[in-house]
């Protein structure tokens, strides 16, 4: 079974606004009834792309991800642009 990252995010989100405690790769897994090896490669670019942080118990959501939910942007419709000074 896939996990859309999306889905990943949205879950991990919630379950750290309600514990206020990173949220390790179990949780999600056991929450979405999936293996953590599925879950592996959305962790990997939430992480690459600023939206997770990853701690020694688990992710926590970064500021970016809480706006992009708020914002009820699907990770799928989002575009990303990195803005260098020259």
């Not at 079974?1 to 919630?14: G, P």
């Not at 949780?27 to 490669?41: G, N, P, Y």
């Not at 701690?55 to 959501?61: D, F, H, I, K």
Request: charge should be negative; hydrophobic fraction near 40%; proline fraction near 3%.
């Amino acid at each position: 079974m896939s996990l859309s990252t999306h889905t990943v995010l949205v879950e991990i989100v919630d379950q750290y606004e309600e514990s206020e405690e990173p949220v390790t790769a179990r949780a999600v897994a056991e929450s979405q009834d999936v293996s953590r090896e599925v879950l592996t490669q959305s962790l990997e670019s939430l992480c690459e792309f600023e939206l997770l942080k990853p701690t020694e118990r688990g992710y926590r959501p970064t500021v970016t991800a809480k706006e992009l939910l708020a914002l009820d942007i699907e990770l799928d419709d989002a575009v990303v642009l990195d803005l260098v000074e020259e």
